[in-house]
């Protein structure tokens, strides 16, 4: 059976504060609330299973080598590969029912870490459940483009994106106010909220009409896992290599930052709480500042000014000192947040509806080799140097990137059928 291509006009599109769209961002929320945890809480697992002395190494400092450290989240990112054939289920199976299995199933393994009896067992458990988050936000994003017009497309990306910093955010005002209470197995087992949740959530998020249209269509074929048609290969490719140098400069900037503050420069909690607080509300206002300068100006240039500008930022946070980790951290939040409404509008628009979900899958894949070869070159220089080194020596080469965006058509103001007439 085959039915007739829908005009958005004859859609049921969502405004971007809508219930249903605010019940996908609240999906990404738990995401990120479950997937920052190791990252937050990443100082106190190294001196829990490592030993702190009063030498000048990463190791004496940490508790454990930056090598160990590097070589245990690269592989806790790596895991997130697995988020590839878990997004583009979606293409299969619904967004809807992908997208609040893999919450659940994650979050689960989430509280399950609290239990890890060693460094080892942290990494084994955060690295099972570290796809299904990974494939809960890329399919939340998926979906609230789908179900908005180009007017509000961005806003819902913004939205989303928002939803899922609020959530790594809210991991580590925890761990920085309350670790002496909590603990990193506290924090941890705090994703059993989220979990609790997610059946109300459930009854807010509706499949996208985009998807099921093309599941009908005779342009629609059931994709195998991951599987992108030839005549998008090239345009795939392209975007990958964005998301890996993007994720090299994240990866370590943000991964490393914690145990950077609390165990090498001894920063106070109350002042990390602090300046995640800071970098919080201008990443809400770099959403902001995003969605119209990617609605305005254009996706790719503000996305290439972004990626200049995130490398910039987290050299000078890992350049020495309290101030500079402050500034260089909370800059690089508002550079990070101005990037992801335009790429994540961009993303959904380049792409059909029939493997838009297995695209979003391989931009996970692509990241996380990004941010996997980040975290173990940052990690080995910092060893042999120092954190300034390792930061310049990771994250300036990627600046190189933004020439892709050369490749990449400009997608402002059109709709998905617009692009797509015979395959949305």
């Known amino acids: 059976m085959t039915s007739p291509e829908r005009r958005p006009t004859e859609l049921h599109l969502y405004h971007w504060t809508d219930l249903t769209i605010i019940g996908v961002a609240i999906a990404a929320l738990a995401s990120g609330f479950g997937q920052f945890g190791a990252t937050a809480a990443l100082g106190d697992v190294a001196k829990a299973f490592g030993h702190v002395t009063g030498g000048a190494s990463v190791r004496d400092e940490a508790g454990l080598s930056g090598t160990v450290l590097g070589v245990g989240l690269a592989v806790i990112r790596l895991a997130s590969?697995?988020?590839?054939?878990?997004?583009?289920?979606?293409?299969?199976?619904?967004?809807r029912k992908t997208l609040l299995t893999t919450a659940a199933v994650g979050l689960a393994v989430t509280v399950a870490a609290a239990g890890s009896p060693g460094y080892w067992w942290f990494v084994a458990l955060f690295a099972l459940g570290r796809p299904?988050?990974?494939?809960?936000?890329?399919?939340?994003?998926?979906t609230g483009a789908e179900?908005?017009?180009?007017?509000?497309?961005?806003?819902?990306?913004?939205?989303?994106?928002?939803?899922?910093?609020?959530?790594?955010?809210?991991?580590?005002?925890?761990?920085?106010?309350?670790?002496?209470?909590?603990?990193?197995?506290g924090v941890f087992a705090l994703a059993i909220v989220p979990l609790a949740l997610l059946p109300l959530v459930a009854r807010w998020i509706k499949e996208p009409d985009r998807f099921a249209v093309a599941a009908s269509s005779r342009h629609h074929s059931m994709p195998v896992l991951g599987a992108v048609a030839p005549q998008f290969r090239?345009?795939?490719?392209?975007?990958?290599?964005?998301?890996?140098?993007?994720?090299?400069?994240?990866?370590?900037?943000?991964?490393?930052?914690?145990?950077?503050?609390?165990?090498?420069l001894k920063m106070a909690g109350w002042l990390t709480g602090l300046m995640v607080a800071i970098a919080?509300?201008?990443?809400?206002?770099?959403?902001?500042?995003?969605?119209?300068?990617?609605?305005?100006?254009?996706?790719?240039?503000?996305?290439?000014?972004?990626?200049?500008?995130?490398?910039?930022?987290?050299?000078?946070?890992?350049?020495?000192?309290?101030?500079?980790?402050?500034?260089?951290?909370?800059?690089?939040?508002?550079?990070?947040?101005?990037f992801a409404p335009g790429y994540g509008a961009m993303l959904n628009e380049v792409f059909p509806t029939g493997v838009r979900a297995s695209a979003a899958g391989w931009q996970i894949a692509a990241g996380v080799l990004g941010a996997a070869a980040g975290l173990v070159v940052f990690g080995a220089v910092a060893?042999?140097?120092?954190?300034?080194?390792?930061?310049?020596?990771?994250?300036?080469?990627?600046?190189?990137?933004?020439?892709?965006?050369?490749?990449?058509?400009?997608?402002?103001?059109?709709?998905?059928?617009?692009?797509?007439?015979?395959?949305?």
């Open 81 to 95: 590969l697995g988020g590839l054939a878990l997004a583009g289920l979606a293409d299969r199976w619904g967004r």
């Open 132 to 142: 299904f988050l990974s494939a809960t936000n890329a399919v939340a994003q998926v």
């Open 147 to 185: 179900q908005t017009s180009s007017a509000d497309r961005a806003k819902a990306v913004a939205l989303i994106a928002a939803a899922y910093a609020v959530g790594g955010g809210l991991t580590a005002e925890l761990h920085s106010l309350a670790r002496g209470v909590l603990g990193f197995r």
């Open 234 to 264: 090239a345009r795939l490719a392209t975007l990958s290599l964005l998301a890996f140098a993007v994720s090299v400069i994240t990866g370590p900037a943000n991964t490393f930052v914690f145990i950077y503050a609390q165990n090498v």
């Open 280 to 338: 919080g509300v201008l990443g809400l206002a770099g959403l902001l500042v995003g969605r119209w300068l990617a609605d305005n100006i254009g996706r790719r240039p503000t996305c290439a000014l972004a990626i200049v500008a995130m490398a910039g930022t987290a050299c000078f946070a890992y350049s020495g000192g309290q101030t500079a980790l402050l500034v260089g951290y909370v800059l690089g939040v508002l550079a990070g947040a101005i």
């Open 383 to 424: 060893d042999a140097g120092a954190w300034g080194t390792a930061a310049i020596a990771t994250f300036t080469p990627m600046i190189a990137s933004v020439a892709l965006f050369l490749l990449i058509p400009e997608t402002k103001g059109r709709e998905l059928e617009e692009l797509w007439p015979e395959t949305t």
